[in-house]
């Protein structure tokens, strides 16, 4: 009985640290209108490094998204597997 004890706890503080949490945070709001353009900058970053270069700027969001007027900007991050791999995002609405 002990040792299922031991081994239920075991499996629970593993899920605990490998599951993913994504948070999301409001960075900047304009009094311009939202509107229906969406932009969209991702970049994903291992151990310390930025394999793909790291670029998830406001402004290579509202490139992607042709938006020349900003409305809000929201940075998500979403790490796995004990933040050695973490995925960040910039989504940028406008018009």
């Known amino acids: 009985m002990k040792k299922l004890i031991y081994i239920f706890t075991v499996l629970i503080i593993l899920g605990v640290f490998l599951a993913s949490c994504t948070t999301t945070a409001p960075l900047a709001v304009t009094s311009n209108y939202v509107g229906t353009k969406v932009g969209v900058a991702k970049t994903t970053r291992f151990l310390f490094f930025y394999p793909d270069g ?30 050695i791999l973490e995925t960040y995002e910039t989504v940028v609405t406008g018009e």
């Not at 700027?57 to 809000?72: R, V």
């Open 54 to 83: 790291g670029d998830y700027s406001i402004q290579t969001a509202a490139k992607n998204g042709g938006i020349t007027k900003i409305a809000t900007v929201d940075i998500k991050r979403t790490p796995k597997f004990f933040y």
